[in-house]
């Protein structure tokens, strides 16, 4: 799937999705190419859910070949803090595809 990363389709992209899965949850990372910027949807927030989230983003520069700008690993990762919570311990998956549903229409969000 990293193969789909090239120059042509970044430039072409105004978001990149990455779903992030760490021990028993799931969580999204979204790549604001325009505003340069990731933002991290979390909907059970916890530290060790953002832990690795740096060496994910440097891991996956590498992996696409340097199709990605290279101060790429310097955008700052910001957690959104106004979306929707997960009451339960196991709906996180659902709230991430919300959330890459959402990214389309931000405004969607509620």
């Not at 700008?69 to 996180?92: A, R």
């Amino acid at each position: 799937m990293i193969n789909h990363v090239t120059p042509e389709n970044v430039r072409k992209a105004n978001i990149l999705l990455m779903p992030v899965h760490t021990p028993r949850h799931w969580s999204l990372l979204v790549c604001d190419m325009k505003r340069r910027k990731w933002d991290f949807y979390d909907s059970m927030p916890r530290s060790l859910h953002q832990a690795s989230l740096t060496t994910l983003v440097s891991t996956f520069y590498k992996d696409a070949k340097k199709a990605l700008p290279s101060d790429m690993l310097t955008w700052k990762i910001e957690p959104v803090d106004k979306i929707p919570k997960q009451q339960g311990g196991t709906d996180c998956g659902i709230f991430v595809l919300k959330y890459m549903e959402a990214t389309h229409s931000p405004s969607k969000i509620v």
